[in-house]
């Protein structure tokens, strides 16, 4: 083989190189691996805290969330709220102090990451649940069970929330600042009660949101058998719950 040839495939195998590492750069991931997250080949011990969106306002944004920086926070993490959303069938507000998108690139340009709650329902004393009134007349609903007029309204929201997400890059996976999501929360005792249809309708949520391909771990709150592979998360309350038994085991708790 000339030199001159030689050089030339060196030349290709470098600029393919670079190009791998130019991807490499945009594109990270995530993982859990039983006791720390791993972002991008690190284990990371994160700290996050909780900033709902629509309890204040995008002028406000900037300013809270460099105040959550500065007390030493990693994560910023809020629920997404169905009922502001989606205040009628079909018929969605992403405006304002909704303005979902907006939000997370603030977020973005402030160097943190995000733990997306999609829920969609959720706590934090807001009414309802954050389930849309509508729904509750719809024909033959049961919220939050295996009954598929609520799987139906519940899947289709979970979707239009992550295809916004995928569309403007949003997830780790794409570049963007999204760490991992949460379907379902608090389900555990609820779970309990009901028995067959609720592990039925926890097994088809997990299922469902493992389906839509993020890139990024899910999660569930207070959700100590959660299906493989969504990550059990709870409230830690002794040093000891931080005691891990299994470094392998997705189901061991992490605070949410």
């Not at 750069?25 to 990371?44: A, Q």
Request: proline share 7%.
């Amino acid at each position: 083989m000339g030199m001159k040839k030689w050089r030339q495939q060196m030349l290709v195998v470098i600029v393919v190189l670079l190009s791998s590492l130019v991807c490499s750069s945009v594109r990270g991931s995530v993982s859990y691996d039983g006791r720390t997250f791993v972002i991008n080949g690190k284990r990371r011990i994160l700290i996050s805290g909780s900033i709902h969106y629509p309890r204040s306002t995008p002028e406000m944004w900037p300013d809270l969330i460099q105040k959550a920086k500065d007390g030493g926070l990693d994560v910023i993490q809020t629920y997404v709220f169905w009922n502001g959303h989606e205040p009628s069938p079909g018929k969605y507000n992403f405006e304002g102090r909704y303005d979902l998108v907006k939000f997370i690139k603030v977020v973005h340009e402030a160097g943190l990451f995000v733990h997306l709650r999609i829920g969609p329902y959720i706590c934090a004393e807001w009414n309802f649940g954050g389930i849309p009134v509508w729904l509750k007349y719809v024909p033959g609903m049961e919220f939050r069970t295996n009954n598929q007029p609520f799987k139906v309204a519940m899947e289709g929201f979970v979707r239009k929330i992550v295809g916004m997400m995928k569309s403007e890059k949003m997830f780790e996976s794409q570049g963007g600042p999204i760490i991992m999501s949460q379907i379902e929360n608090e389900y555990g005792p609820v779970e309990w009660e009901t028995g067959g249809p609720g592990k039925s309708y926890a097994k088809w949520a997990a299922q469902m949101a493992v389906g839509l391909g993020t890139g990024v771990p899910w999660v569930m709150c207070k959700q100590e058998d959660a299906p493989d592979p969504i990550v059990s998360s709870g409230l830690v309350t002794a040093i000891s719950d931080m005691l891990l038994p299994s470094p392998n085991c997705l189901n061991d708790l992490l605070e949410t």
